[in-house]
């Protein structure tokens, strides 16, 4: 059994080696670690994998003590002793048999998964029952760190429903419905170097993802991907210290200069504060908001369309020396009209919003300038020595599941992502403006709406997070009020702005979302 290997998924869909070629695996491995129907992997491949029986296990080991003598017969075993040898035999052989037949009728790696996710609990042999005194069937014993997270718990029309982070959650129902779209295996001798492709500027960068990058960003129509250098980083968050590692100014180039001023719109996505000032750094410091700001040299942060708002920005400050850093995490066609195909100097996107992977922590900058790239690159090698691999094929995976949607005719209709992601975001804006009306003591803003060059059709914008103000005259902290009521959000003093306004998450799963809305009706 390749206990090395790593699975993310239940078919063998291949592995990146070199440009986005894919190599086929050579076993399939099941929920219990088993190996799956299949191909049987060669003595050479088993061998390279750790494959193979394990021999020690197998072996005996009631071996009687001491040397036998030399020269000397041993003697005869008694009869009892080969009848209990071949009892032993008969119960193993019988065990493997039984093993074999659970193993070829157990379920699927999904069903496995939606199984650990309705009853997050530790599997035993026998029938026992589950925290709810429900009687279960029996189950293989299997380890709790071979159990995968299911995220938050379930929640019930009782529980506190946590809306402060953009959890991407809303989306498992889609990728659960993909079947082996976006699944793969990798072998345990694979990505085990540090190098990916040591003649790019980011040398940790696999090449099998800067092509389903650049692919993405052409079919989509969002961002401009020829002349740009591809950089990866752990989440658009380290991509976003790199890029003030590298624009502020070199330690030592200046005598006595300032550290550079970082600003940004409010309301601001309520990170970049704390992200610019967490290590005290000399080189950069948070400045507030850009509207305010006097001054030439700074880094003004964009983001658009804007976290928490949902306002599509562009820069307000201007100077020679002044850089604009452009978060576009939210420029996909579930959440607004793409309307142009954006070029600006740095670009910052992620994986956790464009389709929903935010645990497979992968972000991706667009950089026209080499030298800022190349600097880039030398904050994400000395903060973390590159990127894992593991992470980066499997969002290689996923986004190439997305462009496929969308490009291979013999790929279904409910396959494609952002159909799904925008019929989702439509209902629960829908939801959620009914909801505020119902409760009258609550404010949105207002609908806006473009031409999407993606669709081919006019789009109204649904933002991933709502901002939501309440406006009865006794409130005076929206996000305490809602605390009261057991619903968790963020404050809008946070972003730069009134604590009368929250942020709200759109993203969280369906039951979470449904308990939310009815409840925020019933306030008054």
């Known amino acids: 059994m390749p206990s090395a ?35 049987a992997p060669s003595r050479r491949e088993e061998t390279a994998n750790g494959g193979g029986p394990d021999l020690a296990a197998l072996r005996p080991t009631n071996r009687p003590r001491g040397k036998a003598q030399a020269g000397k017969p041993r003697k005869r075993a008694p009869i009892w002793n080969l009848q209990a040898a071949v009892f032993v035999s008969v119960v193993l052989n ?113 090449p099998g993802l800067d092509h389903e990058v650049r692919r993405l960003h052409r079919l989509v129509g969002n961002a401009a991907v020829d002349g740009y250098h591809v950089l990866v980083g752990t989440g658009s968050t380290q991509l976003f210290m790199a890029a003030l590692y590298a624009l502020s100014p070199r330690a030592g180039s200046a005598a006595g200069a300032a550290p550079m001023s970082v600003v940004s719109t409010a309301p601001y996505y309520s990170s970049y504060p704390a992200v610019t000032d967490f290590l005290q750094s000399g080189l950069f410091r948070w400045a507030g908001d850009a509207n305010t700001f006097k001054g030439d040299t700074y880094i003004e942060l964009v983001c658009s369309p804007n976290n928490p708002d949902g306002a599509i920005r562009e820069a307000v400050l201007s100077s020679e020396s002044g850089i604009a850093v452009h978060d576009l995490a939210y420029y996909w066609p579930q959440y607004t009209a793409i309307t142009k195909r954006a070029d600006h100097d740095i670009m910052l996107f992620t994986v956790s919003k464009s389709t929903g992977h935010a645990g497979t922590r992968i972000g991706w900058a667009l950089v026209k300038d080499r030298d800022v790239a190349k600097r880039m690159t030398k904050f994400i090698e000395l ?75 006019m789009a109204v914008t649904n933002p991933a997070f709502a901002w939501l103000r309440c406006d009865r005259e006794d409130v005076e902290d929206c996000a305490s009020f809602l605390r009261g009521h057991r619903i968790l959000t963020r404050s809008g003093s946070q972003f730069g702005a009134d604590p009368r306004y929250v942020r709200v998450s759109m993203l969280d799963r369906d039951d979470a979302y449904d308990i939310f809305v009815k409840r925020l009706s019933s306030l008054q």
């Open 94 to 206: 019988v065990g493997l048999l039984l093993q074999h037949y659970v193993n070829s009728t157990a379920p699927s790696h999904h069903h496995h998964q939606e199984h650990l996710q309705a009853c997050p609990m530790h599997l035993d042999a026998g029938v026992g029952r589950n925290k709810r005194g429900r009687q279960e069937e029996p189950q293989l014993s299997m380890p709790k760190a071979g159990a995968p997270s299911t995220g938050k718990p379930a929640v019930t029309p009782d529980s506190v429903i946590n809306l402060d982070h953009g959890d991407p959650t809303m989306f498992e129902e889609f990728w659960r419905g993909t079947g082996s779209a976006a699944e793969i295996v990798i072998p345990g001798w694979q990505t085990m170097s540090y190098f990916s492709d040591v003649g790019n500027v980011c040398w940790f960068l696999e």
């Open 5 to 39: 290997a790593l699975h993310l998924g239940t078919a063998v869909e291949g592995s990146f080696q070199g440009a986005g070629d894919m190599v086929p695996s050579a076993r399939l491995l099941t929920p219990n670690g088993g190996a799956a129907a299949g191909p």
């Open 383 to 457: 903060n973390t020595i590159g990127v894992s691999k593991d992470s980066q094929l499997r969002a290689a995976k996923v986004l190439r599941a997305v462009s496929d949607a969308y490009e291979l005719p013999e790929t279904k209709e409910a396959h494609r992502l952002f159909d799904y992601g925008r019929r989702k975001m439509v209902e629960r804006w829908s939801m959620l403006r009914e909801a505020a009306a119902a409760s009258v003591i609550f404010s949105l803003p207002e609908e806006t709406s473009g031409f999407c060059n993606f669709t081919k059709e």
